[in-house]
């Protein structure tokens, strides 16, 4: 009778760790799908500066971001100094809002590759790279109660702009400019972009 009694205990005790870990999944998921569907675009701060370990928090989830084998071409510059926030806002007609914003990141990538056998070739991939970390950045931002939004700086004008601004040189470009803040308005909601129409079975 005890040993029975112990199985049951044993396969209840099993049930229930697979009961939980079940659960530990379902959470997990639905977590992750609720954070994607709730990304939003947000352009108005408070004052509230973002603490460093929230900004290590974005580039670590940045540099998380997949990149063609695995070349990581990505680089980051953070702005927190109010001046360079406002002299950007002056000059970038679509982030004005870097003037209310107390931190930007400008998501940058190597447009060139060197080769094992020390040729060197346009990084084709570059901008998809960047443009994974960027995405990785903004559903971070969103995960830890930020606003971000993407703002564009990889066409010809608003590329000088910053790499004039920020001092890069080279053969690294800017793909981005991301102002950061704390929502002025938290209770802001995201857009529906859920559309069927846009879905095509196997082919066009």
């Given at each position: 009778?005890?040993?029975?009694?112990?199985?049951?205990?044993?396969?209840?005790?099993?049930?229930?760790?697979?009961?939980?870990?079940?659960?530990?999944?379902?959470?997990?998921?639905?977590?992750?799908?609720?954070?994607?569907?709730?990304?939003?675009?947000?352009?108005?701060?408070?004052?509230?500066?973002?603490?460093?370990?929230?900004?290590?928090?974005?580039?670590?989830a940045?540099?998380?971001?997949?990149?063609?084998?695995?070349?990581?071409p990505?680089?980051?510059?953070?702005?927190?100094?109010?001046?360079?926030?406002?002299?950007?806002?002056?000059?970038l007609?679509?982030?004005?809002?870097?003037?209310?914003?107390?931190?930007?990141?400008?998501?940058?990538?190597?447009?060139?590759l060197?080769?094992r056998?020390?040729?060197?070739?346009?990084?084709i991939?570059?901008?998809?790279?960047?443009s994974?970390?960027?995405e990785?950045?903004?559903?971070?931002?969103?995960?830890?109660?930020?606003?971000?939004?993407?703002?564009?700086?990889s066409?010809?004008?608003?590329?000088?702009?910053?790499?004039?601004?920020?001092?890069i040189?080279?053969?690294?470009?800017?793909?981005?400019?991301?102002?950061?803040?704390?929502?002025?308005?938290?209770d802001?909601?995201?857009?529906?972009?859920?559309?069927?129409?846009?879905?095509?079975?196997?082919?066009?």
């Amino acid at each position: 009778m005890k040993r029975i009694s112990l199985i049951l205990l044993l396969l209840a005790m099993t049930a229930a760790s697979c009961c939980n870990n079940s659960d530990s999944k379902t959470d997990k998921r639905e977590a992750v799908l609720e954070n994607i569907a709730g990304r939003k675009s947000v352009r108005a701060y408070t004052d509230e500066p973002v603490s460093d370990a929230d900004i290590e928090t974005l580039l670590r989830a940045a540099m998380a971001a997949p990149s063609a084998m695995n070349r990581q071409p990505w680089e980051f510059i953070v702005i927190n100094d109010r001046d360079s926030l406002d002299a950007l806002a002056g000059k970038l007609r679509h982030a004005r809002m870097l003037s209310q914003a107390p931190l930007a990141i400008v998501v940058c990538a190597e447009t060139m590759l060197t080769l094992r056998d020390g040729t060197v070739v346009e990084n084709i991939f570059w901008e998809h790279d960047a443009s994974a970390a960027t995405e990785n950045l903004l559903l971070a931002a969103e995960a830890i109660g930020l606003g971000a939004v993407w703002t564009a700086a990889s066409d010809p004008e608003r590329s000088a702009i910053v790499c004039e601004a920020l001092g890069i040189t080279g053969t690294v470009k800017p793909l981005c400019v991301i102002p950061i803040g704390h929502p002025a308005n938290p209770d802001e909601q995201p857009k529906d972009k859920w559309k069927p129409e846009k879905i095509h079975w196997n082919r066009w």
